[in-house]
C-alpha cells in the first residue's frame, strides 16, 4: 500500500478511536472520512469511490451492546457492492469473516503497520 493511503474509520468507541487515529498518522496516512454509528457506516459505504479511499477500517459492532458481529457484516456487504476494489481490515474482539486483514481489537496499536504492509 502506498505511504499516504486514504482511509476511512468506522468505529464507535472513542478511546479505539483516537488510537487508530494516532497510529495512522504516525505512519503518514490520510484519514478521509470517519463514521461512528451504522446508518452513517452505511450511508459512508456509498460514497466510498467519491471520496478516493483506497481502505476501511471497520469495527463489527457500533450499536452499545450487541456483540454479534452483524452490523460489521452488513456494512461490508455494502462496501463490497459499492467500492469492491477497496481494501477491509476488520477489527473487533472475535474473528471478523470476509475482510482483507482480520485485526483482533487487542492488537490495534499494529494498525499502521498492518496498513502498511496491506
Request: glycine share 6%.
Amino acid at each position: 500500500m502506498p505511504k499516504e493511503a486514504r482511509i476511512a474509520i468506522i468505529e464507535d468507541h472513542k478511546d479505539y478511536l483516537q488510537v487508530i487515529e494516532e497510529f495512522l498518522q504516525e505512519n503518514g496516512h490520510i484519514i478521509v472520512k470517519i463514521a461512528t454509528t451504522f446508518p452513517d457506516a452505511l450511508l459512508l459505504a456509498k460514497n466510498l469511490k467519491r471520496l478516493k479511499v483506497s481502505i476501511v477500517i471497520l469495527d463489527g459492532n457500533l450499536t452499545p451492546g450487541k456483540i454479534d458481529g452483524k452490523e460489521g457484516q452488513l456494512i461490508l456487504t455494502a462496501i463490497r457492492k459499492y467500492a469492491p476494489h477497496i481494501k477491509v481490515i476488520g477489527i473487533s474482539s472475535v474473528k471478523f469473516e470476509g475482510v482483507d486483514l482480520d485485526l483482533l481489537k487487542r492488537n490495534i496499536k499494529t494498525i499502521g503497520e498492518a496498513v502498511n504492509n496491506l
